[in-house]
């Protein structure tokens, strides 16, 4: 069963611009992890916010979680041409164990 | 830095076959994962193992077995291949909250 969903699937924008990627899950968690994918390659952490925390920053990357909305969202600010990858939000829950779900991702394409 | 290194970054067998997926980790890492990734889908998890000679059925096991002799390595078998399981294979080994995947195998069957 999938337990965090990215919207959009989908997103393209200029270089330079922000982009803005969202996640919602239907059970309670302890934490929520976003990971980076380049094409055709393994995924990279990029941040992990708790669930007692409201908003996380590191680097150009600015993560928001509302456990009243089961939501998360990924800022990137001053997108880059290599920033182009897809991103997974990952969520526990009582439900998983040690385990995280992983979403269907959300694919990013910046522009030139 | 903590390295994953899996066999093979592109496999092609033949329906039938019996396939071997290797993972290797280099940070003594107790946790282990399989998952297979297909498009529209995100990644699912197949098999995980928390110890040595211990494994534990994720989502998917159906077609799959995992074998884990030692602590750093950790392999899934396909016993007997279909087209069906054609995906873009991940592992990935933790120590708490955060997963290190290898870079996938992108195995297609025939």
């Known amino acids: 069963s999938q337990q965090g969903e990215e919207d959009p699937q989908a997103l393209s924008i200029q270089e330079g611009e922000n982009a803005t990627m969202n996640c919602s899950y239907k059970t309670s968690i302890n934490n929520l992890q976003w990971y980076r994918q380049n094409s055709g390659r393994g995924l990279v952490h990029l941040i992990l916010i708790r669930s007692n925390e409201r908003e996380k920053h590191s680097g150009r990357l600015r993560v928001t979680l509302d456990t009243s909305k089961k939501s998360s969202s990924l800022l990137i600010t001053a997108s880059r041409a290599a920033d182009t990858a897809s991103y997974f939000c990952a969520t526990d829950g009582e439900d998983y164990g040690q385990n995280f779900v992983f979403g269907p991702g959300t694919r990013l394409s910046v522009l030139p | 830095d903590v390295k994953v290194t899996q066999s093979s970054r592109y496999l092609v067998k033949r329906t039938g076959e019996k396939v071997f997926l290797e993972c290797v980790q280099d940070?003594?890492?107790?946790?282990m994962f399989w998952y297979r990734q297909d498009p529209g889908l995100g990644l699912r998890l197949i098999y995980f193992?928390?110890?040595?000679?211990?494994?534990e059925k994720g989502d998917i096991p159906e077609g799959y077995s995992v074998s884990r002799e030692k602590k750093e390595r950790f392999s899934l078998i396909l016993e007997s291949a279909s087209t069906n399981q054609t995906s873009m294979y991940l592992c990935?080994?933790?120590?708490?909250?955060?997963?290190?995947f290898g870079p996938g195998t992108r195995l297609t069957v025939l």
């Open positions: 990935a080994s933790s120590l708490g909250e955060k997963q290190f």
């Open positions: 193992s928390y110890d040595v000679k211990m494994k």
């Open positions: 940070m003594d890492h107790e946790n």
